[in-house]
């Protein structure tokens, strides 16, 4: 589990989603190294679609794999600004790169403040303990 990355600029939800802020308001989202190593080998991901207005915890998408099927859930109150187009046709990215090329989509958020209540990586990585 140790060798799994959990990069300290972003931010971390129970639900194994990471949170990147890219400023005014704006966030990026994905799953985990945790997240798509249980997963195992993505094959498809759905995504919500740009306009969706999503609130925390909501199911807003789902990333399968050859193991099973998962939830991909909101981590802020929203609306989706961007979805990463290039999953369609490479689910794969969500295993070789999840903090990059990986990412699923991006929000404005309803409230900036909240991206400051999620879990940070030390935080995120002791409730994987």
Known sequence: MSDLEYPANLRYTSDHEWVADRGEGIVRVGVTAYAQDALGDVVYVSLPNKGDTVAAGDSCG???????????????DGEVTTVNDALESSPELVNSDPYGDGWMYEMSVADSAAIGELMDADAYRSSLA
């Open 62 to 76: 789902e990333v399968e794999s050859t193991k099973s099927v998962s939830d991909l859930y909101s981590p802020l």
